[in-house]
């Protein structure tokens, strides 16, 4: 089916689900700019917050006086170290490593120092110039290569003593490790007549969400309510709890509407520095970043990478063997780091059938900004390198590109990286179907190529919950804890609700982002909304319909199994005149028994697998219901100048089942054009001094409408047995995964010339293409040659 807006798409027409035409219930007040975000709440007696953010990227603080600065008008509470418990706090629980003031040592430029409340925006300013800092300036910790060597500086010396996740071992700067294992592969390696190695590097990125980290808070009593940006909730209450030493119980966490996240507002960041100004002050106290403050103060950046691959190959091009190195460039804390690096090994092995495999993945400290997960983290990094690199391995054995992928991509039955088993052709599926749509049109211009690139994502089982209930007059209402982060994920809950009740999407109300209301949910994070939150939605309801159908059965004097709900009725099959409206049953119900019901159950089951070999074992071993997917990019390069422009992006996904096209439209959409930016524009500046050089929109370049291509998403359904709701899968990260890859395979057929580093820059390209330089340090010059081979 092709849809208006001339994207091809292959759905289900007929299905009620993603046929019936339906409007997000936020829409209006976003297009209309009546949406209130936590920037734009008011409160009597708010009183505004600024931080001291360290400014350089490694000191030893030696001294810090607040005098003059508590002394200034206006100024109502000024926050140190010294004024909050003593307590190291590992954001996503597998390093201990932060405290929520700077103590003693600065490891980052947005590392906060102080925190100061005043009764307007100019007088917290001041206040914050005011506060004196004497550092002793340590050298940087840049090269993640040298921090590595025996003997380097430590970002944290006391690294033996920090509490940290069982599964991992941290020590020197290495946060964390993990490999991923299977067979034999310096054997396999040994034996292999073709064998290619090679490096890529890719450059620190931001998430740039348009809404700044924004928290307020207000104490009531011995009770504190928090108004953030967050995209996780829970998280940000469970951890300001930790940190503030209270119980969970006296915190409520509430998101009102999200301006963009994009990964960059996950996990715990400024919630707590406001609570305790807000309780000092003894009012409320709104945070709002600025836009600087944006970019070098959230720990949540995408990963710097250097990526050393090797393939052992048949003389027919079937893959023999892999082994791997992956650096990932942490910051200067952990934070969710040690897991991705687990994911990016996953990532590394790909979707290919490899009997051997051997990829260790390291987490190393740095003093840059702290590094987590932005949109599908380590995975479009590590998609660009190793797609790349089977477009070389193709060329090495003298094959089409595409068919390369075909001899290699897993099928049905096939094995994964750990021994899981894989359902459905969606790597074939999608491969297929996205390079026969981007063949067709106009031939090949000067300078032009078609670029392709695979890959998969996981889906994400965790514990969630809803509740559903009726109302007197029939309309119904999800509470949920699931968090909207824009993509309509929990707006879409009532298309799942309204389906097992035979009602309409529009005649539910959504309560959600508080959790004083709703019952845990992971956040927005992992593209599991719909996956889990749909699941639990989908249990309620069907309790609902449980309920329904027995107060049916008695007003229709009709046997259960002979009912059925369809447009606000329930009837008795077969006798269109014997039925009744479920207003009038939800009006009985009010009467006595309510229509209401909870909604959970246990996440579906990860693959089996064996991962007895693997290190740093910290849930990501296995992709539980894994989104397969292939994009086609048509690029068109001016060698002169180095400028590549992308002409269309062909984007096929196997989604397991498609719930709300709209949404996975959106999704695929958005994905493409963030990943294109991430392709030859984002990347992070910095100077030899650790300081951000381009933390500005200014300087930070960011892809705009008038540079997106046409983007033909296509959607191939293979539903997981595992899945979520009806087999679905996760589809808000796969979309920005290969579109980079595919852009790049495009530039070396378009000109020639690789380029190894990433984003891939007008200048990269240009000197690919003049020189021969890949950006990697792995040009001809260099003593590493970029492509190694034996026979």
């Known amino acids: 089916m092709r849809d208006t807006d001339g994207r091809s798409t292959i759905a289900a027409p007929n299905d009620p689900v993603v046929a019936r035409p339906w409007v997000r219930a936020d829409g209006r007040a976003k297009a209309t700019g009546q949406a209130r975000y936590t920037g734009d709440l008011v409160f009597p007696g708010l009183a505004h917050a600024r931080l001291l953010l360290a400014g ?96 380097s500086a430590l970002v944290h010396e006391g690294i033996a003593e920090y509490r940290h996740d069982p599964n991992l071992d941290p020590a020197g700067n290495v946060a964390g490790r993990s490999t991923i294992v299977k067979g034999d592969a310096p054997a396999a390696m040994a034996a292999a007549p073709i064998v290619v190695r090679e490096r890529y590097v890719a450059d620190m990125a931001h998430p740039v969400p348009i809404e700044t980290h924004a928290v307020t808070a207000d104490w009531s009593g011995e009770r504190v309510t928090i108004y953030s940006s967050t995209q996780v909730p829970f998280a940000a209450r469970r951890l300001t709890a930790e940190v503030l030493e209270i119980p969970e119980h006296r915190v409520r966490v509430v998101v009102s509407h999200l301006g963009g996240g994009f990964g960059g507002k996950c996990d715990f960041h400024f919630e707590a520095h406001v609570a305790a100004l807000a309780r000092a002050a003894r009012r409320p106290v709104r945070l709002v970043l600025t836009r600087r403050e944006e970019f070098i103060a959230p720990d949540k950046v995408t990963h710097a990478m250097i990526v050393d691959v090797e393939t052992g190959l048949g003389d027919d091009g079937t893959i023999l063997a892999r082994k791997a190195r992956i650096i990932l460039d942490s910051g200067a804390y952990a934070s969710d780091t040690p897991i991705l690096g687990q994911i990016a090994a996953m990532m590394i092995a790909g979707p290919y059938r490899i009997p051997a495999i051997d990829i260790e993945a390291l987490s190393v400290y740095t003093n840059r900004t702290p590094s987590g997960s932005v949109r599908a983290p380590t995975g479009p990094q590590a998609c660009w390198a190793v797609e790349q690199h089977h477009d070389v391995l193709a060329a090495r054995v003298g094959l089409d590109p595409v068919e390369f992928r075909r001899r290699n991509l897993v099928d049905d039955g096939d094995e994964g990286p750990t021994r899981q088993r894989h359902e459905g052709r969606g790597a074939l599926d999608t491969l297929e179907q996205a390079v026969a749509r981007a063949r067709v049109g106009a031939p090949l211009g000067p300078n032009e190529a078609i670029g392709v690139a695979s890959g998969w994502w996981f889906s ?85 319909r449980r309920q329904l159908l027995e107060l049916a059965a008695q007003a229709l004097e009709a046997a259960i199994d002979d009912l059925e709900l369809a447009d606000g009725h329930v009837g008795v099959r077969g006798s269109p005149d014997r039925q009744v ?93 963030m990943s294109l930016g991430n392709a030859t524009l984002e990347g992070t500046v910095y100077g030899e001094d650790g300081r951000q050089r381009n933390a500005s929109l200014l300087d930070y370049k960011l892809l705009t409408s008038a540079d997106s291509p046409e983007i033909e998403a296509i959607f191939v359904e293979h539903p ?45 390209v240009w000197r690919a293409v003049t020189t021969g330089d890949d950006g990697a340090g792995t040009g001809p010059d260099s003593p590493q040659p970029a492509v190694a081979a034996q026979r």
């Open 56 to 151: 350089r990227a490694h000191a030893r603080i030696v001294r810090i006086d607040t005098t003059r600065s508590r002394a200034l008008p206006g100024v109502l509470a000024v926050l140190t170290a010294d004024d909050v418990p003593n307590r190291r706090y590992a954001s996503s629980d597998f390093v201990a490593d932060r405290t929520l003031f700077a103590r003693d040592i600065v490891r980052f430029e947005g590392e906060v120092v102080a925190a100061v409340a005043a009764l307007t925006p100019e007088a917290a300013a001041a206040a914050v110039e005011a506060i004196e800092v004497d550092y002793e300036d340590l050298p940087p910790i840049l090269d993640v290569e040298a921090a590595l060597e025996t003997g």
């Open 460 to 544: 994400a089982p965790g514990p969630s919950g809803a509740f559903v209930r009726l109302e007197s007059d029939g309309s119904g209402r999800i509470v949920t804890g699931a968090q909207e982060n824009g993509t309509g994920a929990v707006m879409a809950l009532a298309i799942l609700a309204a389906e097992e009740l035979g009602m309409k999407p529009d005649d539910f109300a959504i309560t959600y982002q508080d959790t004083d209301t709703g019952p845990y949910d992971g956040g927005s994070s992992g593209s599991q909304t719909t996956f889990n939150n749909g699941r639990a939605v989908v249990e309620a309801a069907r309790e609902v």
């Open 581 to 673: 409206t479920i207003a009038e049953l939800a009006a009985t119900a009010h009467g006595g028994a309510l229509l209401l019901a909870r909604g959970s159950g246990m996440p579906p089951d990860v693959p089996e697998h064996d991962a007895s070999a693997c290190v740093g074992r910290l849930g990501f071993e296995a992709f539980a219901a894994p989104t397969f997917f292939c994009h086609a990019a048509r690029v068109r390069v001016d060698p002169a100048t180095g400028i590549v422009r992308t002409l269309k992006v062909v984007a096929a996904t196997d989604v397991g089942r498609v719930l709300n096209k709209t949404g996975a439209l959106g999704q695929v959409t958005g994905g493409v054009v």
């Open 720 to 764: 997981a047995s595992n899945g979520g709701p009806r087999g679905s899968k996760g589809v808000g990260e796969p979309p920005i995964v290969p579109t980079a890859a595919a852009v790049a395979n495009a530039i070396a057929a378009a000109t020639g010339a690789r380029v190894r580093r990433l984003p891939m820059t007008p200048e990269r």
